[in-house]
């Protein structure tokens, strides 16, 4: 199958700081990206989808301004937690899909996220 | 009431036992269903895919979807140590291009 390479796998910041997290298809163009948050022994929740090129799109109760998400080139997704708090803490894993209407979404291998 | 629900376990088996993971749904629309298996502190993989109705068999793993009764399954022969992970079910309409509606996730341990 496709790789979908997360970047980096586990994370420490301090309150109130920022955090980059990078998703990258390596062997294929991925139109579509999505982004989770999975906390302990809880399903994935969708964050937001974005599309090369485009704003992304935000699923309901998610913050735009707080969860910045960057989708600049064909292989390359990025999502920045501003100003990031404890509750912030969590799994954090993208998925990309090789062309529309593909069925098959291949996941990074995530981000755990921890603010202190 | 949530769209997929998934009993989360834990569940506890036997090396070489078979096992059974389920999903209900409450949307008739969906059509795609995925079954996905994460290992701990990992992203999920792709197990199993089935479109609509029916049985699809993979080595070890059948996926079955019964959509008149709204319900999927995931059956492990021979399971083994190495299936021990959480097992998540997914499923998306046809009309919404990759969107994926997950299941809670069953952890699994199979003991040898």
């Known amino acids: 199958g496709a790789v979908v390479s997360q970047h980096p796998s586990w994370v420490i910041c301090k309150s109130g700081t920022s955090v980059k997290i990078e998703c990258r298809s390596l062997?294929?163009?991925?139109?579509?990206m999505f982004w989770y948050r999975q906390f302990p022994k809880q399903s994935l929740m969708l964050m937001a989808t974005?599309?090369?090129?485009?704003?992304?799109?935000?699923e309901q109760g998610v913050e735009k301004d707080k969860f910045l998400i960057n989708h600049a080139s064909l292989t390359l997704s990025t999502l920045t937690v501003t100003s990031a708090h404890p509750e912030d803490s969590s799994f954090y894993i993208c998925?990309?899909?090789?062309?529309?209407?593909?069925?098959?979404?291949?996941f990074g291998q995530g981000t755990r996220l921890t603010v202190v | 009431q949530k769209e997929v629900e998934q009993d989360p376990g834990p569940l506890s088996v036997p090396e070489g036992a078979i096992v059974s993971l389920n999903c209900t749904y409450s949307n008739s629309a969906f059509q795609y269903f995925m079954w996905y298996r994460q290992y701990s502190r990992k992203g999920p993989e792709l197990l199993m895919y089935t479109y609509s109705s029916g049985n699809k068999e993979d080595g070890r793993f059948t996926a079955q979807v019964d959509k008149s009764s709204k319900y999927i399954s995931l059956f492990i022969r021979d399971s083994q140590p190495s299936d021990s992970a959480t097992y998540l079910c997914?499923?998306?309409?046809?009309?919404?291009?990759?969107?994926?509606?997950f299941g809670r996730g069953t952890q699994l341990t199979v003991w040898p």
């Open positions: 998925s990309a899909l090789e062309n529309k209407g593909s069925t098959e979404a291949f």
């Open positions: 062997d294929f163009q991925a139109t579509t």
């Open positions: 997914a499923m998306r309409r046809g009309s919404t291009l990759g969107r994926l509606y």
């Open positions: 974005s599309n090369e090129g485009s704003k992304a799109t935000y």
